[in-house]
């Protein structure tokens, strides 16, 4: 009797842990990116996927999906599905978007698809770099806007680009010398000229200061290779000079026997 009691205890037991452990991995509203880049060429095409899971978990029951993009040529696909079947598919071709969603239309899971083009750069900066808006989105329900998602990426031509990189490598050329004040100055002029868009004068400069940089360097490095080996040098003089002291009083010791 006793055993019985105890089998049903422990089973209802183990039914109450399941049903928590359920609980707590129960879906909720989330939102997975696909093919958001970290940087981008000018003219490049892109292609990122949003995949919404349970749109309405922890949600309204009706909201508005609205997106915005600085990518250019754009086309937006968005589609709803259920159980992983197309309930509805829309097409978009402005940089910015607005569809309405509801419960009723038994949709799970709401697919995103954005390609355009990536557009020029307005005004180059070194430090922060130049970032575009890939997409930002947003879920609307009356006067309320909550935005869920924004990515941005770096954009950049084939001249920033070079130009950017040799900057970056004056600047580790420097800190690997400990500083060196002319081609820091150098480094500054580069990142102005790149800031202009005069990315040959940026490139001349930074590599400038690149090689002030590790000439600066060198020099320290021979310099401490010359005082290592003075030091040396110093050493075996007084050796030898104390070996010399005691062999000539050796010598004065022997005489006097």
Not at 62 to 90: F, N, P
Not at 128 to 142: H, K, M, N
Request: net charge negative; aromatic share 8%.
């Amino acid at each position: 009797m006793n055993s019985i009691r105890c089998s049903k205890g422990t089973l209802a037991l183990l039914c109450v842990v399941g049903l928590l452990a359920f609980a707590g991995t129960a879906t909720a509203f989330s939102v997975a990116a696909d093919g958001v880049p970290s940087e981008a060429a000018v003219d490049e095409e892109v292609t990122v996927t949003y995949t919404i899971d349970d749109p309405f978990t922890d949600a309204p029951n009706q909201w508005t999906l609205r997106g915005t993009t600085e990518l250019e040529s754009v086309s937006w696909q968005v589609t709803v599905l259920r159980a992983g079947t197309q309930i509805s598919e829309d097409t978009y071709g402005s940089q910015n978007i607005s569809q309405d969603l509801e419960i009723d239309d038994n949709g799970d899971e709401v697919q995103i698809e954005l390609s355009g083009t990536v557009p020029a750069v307005e005004n180059y900066t070194y430090a922060p770099e130049e970032r575009f808006t890939v997409a930002t989105l947003s879920r609307q329900t009356g006067n309320n806007t909550q935005e869920f998602q924004n990515d941005t990426a770096h954009h950049f031509t084939e001249d920033s680009k070079e130009a950017r990189e040799a900057i970056d490598a004056a600047q580790e050329s420097i800190e690997a010398a400990g500083g060196n004040e002319e081609a820091e100055s150098l480094v500054d002029s580069a990142v102005s000229s790149y800031e202009n868009g005069n990315f040959q004068n940026a490139i001349d400069l930074a590599n400038q200061a690149r090689n002030t940089a590790e000439s600066a360097q060198q020099s320290q490095q021979t310099t401490r290779t010359l005082l290592i080996a003075g030091g040396a040098l110093v050493v075996l003089l007084l050796l030898a000079g104390g070996g010399y002291y005691l062999y000539s009083q050796q010598g004065d010791d022997y005489s006097k026997l």
